[in-house]
């Protein structure tokens, strides 16, 4: 197949690219600039000039293709909102050339179900959420689009050419760094799902490939880790004390992270590992921040 892929430069986007091309297709993919553009070239993709806000180039590229991989997203989460809406125009714009073809799109395991252990059936338990890409695409089904979602994990962790990354892992290190504490809510006993980043990019080839019109899957490769563990082995690599911060200080200690930390987030992917075939195989994400993980 030749598959357009948005995002197609950045951290989760350029693994499916690799993933893509070695599984024998061929891809066009998303570049908003010449950095962006030499990077994919050097991986072996066709270059199309664009961006999330130029719904033209989307379905100009969309149009030229046999699917279309859509992993892109604008990570600034003080225009969550906006950002929401510039992801639905995407998704609308591409799906009006996709019929009859497949069209996988990017959402989060997140606000599944907090509390309990999520699976593939469940639908967000926050339908008010800005972010919108599962509706919007399984939304698309009467024009014929084939459409299924990635819910990727909250830290999909693993190294890439601009180095080691974890997703809102990351941003918790982030934190740690400026106020020289690895912070945990509470008695940090709840739990985040995990995904390595290789492990994802094959789960949307075969999503792609194989993927049921109007299904969710999980890349999920680790079910649930307590979030005090992740403090730790932050704390380990920075060299910094490991606290507990209290759930109405949260806020105001982690920002917009404050939000999602002290969830308890356990997700599972048996479904989408019978259905699809999909087994990880990469490093757990305390394996790979000992590992990679650097101050």
Known sequence: MRVFVTGAAGF??????????????????LARSDANAQALAVAGAEIHRGSLEDVESLKSGAAQCD?????????DFSKFAENGQVDKRAIEAMGEVLTGKPLVVSSGTAMIAPGQLATEDMRSAHDALPRVSEQ???????????????????????TSAAGFRAGFVSYAAEVAREKGVSGYV?????RWNLVHRLDAAKLYR????????GSAYHAVGEEGIAVRDIAAAI???????????????AGEHF??????????????SAQTQ????????GPGLLADLEANFSA
């Not at 509470?186 to 709840?190: C, E, F, K, S, V």
């Not at 075969?206 to 019109?213: H, N």
């Not at 002290?262 to 997700?267: A, K, T």
């Open 235 to 249: 704390g380990r690599k920075l060299n910094l004390p490991v606290r507990s911060i209290a759930p109405e200080k």
């Open 274 to 281: 019978a259905e699809l075939g999909w087994k990880p195989t």
């Open 255 to 268: 920002g917009f992270l404050g939000m999602f930390l002290g969830l308890d987030l356990p997700v599972s």
């Open 206 to 213: 075969l999503a792609l490939e194989r993927g049921r019109p």
């Open 186 to 190: 509470g008695d940090g006993a709840n």
């Open 67 to 75: 699917g279309v991989i859509h992993t892109a997203f604008i990570h």
């Open 12 to 29: 989760i986007g350029s693994a499916v690219v690799q993933e893509l091309i070695g599984a024998g297709h061929k891809v066009l993919g």
């Open 136 to 158: 919007m695409a399984f939304g698309l089904a009467h024009k014929g689009v084939r459409a299924t979602a990635i819910r990727l994990a909250p830290a999909v962790h693993g």
